[in-house]
């Protein structure tokens, strides 16, 4: 019998601290709800899993992001749908000015309520904002250079299915289809568009058997304001090309329309539709030195982001301001133009459409991913508090077993006294 040191009572007295260690882990564990509290829970565990909240977060950030960049995508198509309603309006109004039961006065009144709708679609476009941000005035358009504006037309050729050049003689054009204009010696050709808002028409062409194409785009090119149009190229795939001469959105041209009259003044229709079957290929664009497209971070990560570029939805750069429905002449060329800025509106509007259509696909996998990861970082992180409650009752039992049994240890020693007596 030993009285300095009593074994089973250190023994008892290691395996009661232990266990209350244990229960006190538990207690940790069940008051959080969490399985790693400190690192040394689990140290790899918490580098895991607090990569996985840095994710999570950006996921659910993201989310909010693209929420905001539809908003801002939904201003700026709602304020083109009003630009779209007042082109309508200016086209209607176009179309009235264009028919002769109209006096000059009837037109001039016309003419004013076409150019206070001109001037609103300016300040749709300059006013339009989102968060103070401009939307609709080019501010958040692509970095691009100096461009003049591309007219293409596909609808001639020369009979035979052949391509255009500086030689064809304008009484062998004919339409895609092979079959002749009808162009003759004798007729009239005369060249109108809008450039910076005002309608010009040429003297006219008058044709014989060897005015060629050469002519022609002379004529074009050297309307009543010299060097409206410049150059032309063609071939059976690309048609008929012609360039503005300036560039910028002033030097555009708007409406380009090439007019067959006969000898008796009678517009001859095939041969007009086909010869202005234009279609603007190249928009005409102010240079920017800075790139203005909005980006929209839509990720977690560095990187993750896209852009989205809004052009400029101004009356000068759709090519209807100040135009003029003044005379019958004027009204027909009003008429083309606001079509085609009317297809400008159109393809803005569709872009964003697009955008808005990404953009929901986009918040609904930012959505699913934050989920699946969110799952994935409660498998590390967070306690299975079933699985832990056993734990902590087992410890707890433990521990008060450890105690009666140290109790009993500390009995042992009293033996000693009997050998005294």
Do not use: C, W
Not at 23 to 49: C, H, P, R, V, Y
Not at 100 to 129: C, F, G, P, Y
Not at 263 to 286: H, M
Request: proline residues 0%.
């Amino acid at each position: 019998m030993r009285i300095n040191h009593n074994i089973t009572a250190l023994n008892t007295y290691n395996k009661l601290t232990a266990n209350n260690q244990a229960t006190s882990k538990s207690l940790e564990k069940l008051s959080s709800g969490l399985k790693i509290n400190k690192a040394g829970d689990n140290a790899a565990g918490l580098a895991i899993s607090e990569k996985m909240r840095g994710q999570i977060r950006g996921l659910d950030q993201a989310s909010a992001n693209s929420s905001d960049a539809i908003s801002l995508v939904n201003t700026a198509e709602g304020a083109l749908n009003e630009t779209h309603s007042i082109l309508q309006r200016m086209r209607e109004l176009a179309v009235q000015s264009s028919n002769d039961t109209n006096t000059d006065a009837d037109r001039a009144e016309i003419q004013k309520e076409v150019q206070q709708l001109s001037d609103e679609i300016d300040r749709i476009s300059a006013t339009t904002q989102f968060n103070t941000k401009n939307l609709l005035d080019g501010s958040m358009g692509k970095k691009v250079g100096v461009t003049a504006n591309v007219y293409t037309n596909t609808a001639i050729v020369e009979s035979g299915n052949t391509a255009i050049d500086a030689a064809t003689t304008l009484v062998t054009l004919a339409d895609k289809n092979g079959k002749n204009l009808g162009i003759a010696t004798g007729d009239t050709i005369t060249i109108s568009y809008v450039k910076d808002g005002e309608t010009i028409t040429t003297a006219g062409l008058a044709v014989t058997g060897a005015t060629d194409f050469a002519d022609l785009a002379t004529g074009i090119g050297t309307a009543a304001t010299s060097g409206a149009i410049v150059g032309y190229g063609a071939s059976v795939a690309s048609g008929t090309r012609f360039t503005a001469a300036v560039t910028g959105f002033a030097g555009a041209v708007h409406g380009l329309t090439i007019t067959v009259k006969d000898k008796d003044g009678v517009i001859k229709a095939n041969a007009t539709n086909a010869l202005s079957s234009f279609t603007e290929t190249t928009a005409a664009a102010d240079a920017r030195n800075t790139d203005g497209q909005a980006t929209f971070h839509i990720g977690s990560n560095t990187n993750q982001s896209m852009q989205v570029s809004i052009e400029n939805m101004s009356a000068s750069a759709l090519g209807v301001s100040s135009i003029d429905v003044d005379t019958q002449v004027n009204a027909e060329i009003a008429v083309k133009a606001v079509d085609e800025a009317i297809t400008k509106v159109s393809a803005e509007r569709s872009k964003l459409g697009a955008v808005q259509n990404r953009l929901d696909h986009t918040i609904n996998n930012l959505g699913t991913s934050s989920e699946n990861l969110t799952s994935a970082e409660s498998r590390i992180r967070d306690v299975d508090m079933a699985a832990e409650m056993m734990e902590f009752t087992k410890n707890n039992i433990l521990s008060q077993a450890a105690q009666s049994m140290l109790a009993q240890a500390n009995q042992q020693p009293q033996g000693v006294l009997q050998l005294l007596q």
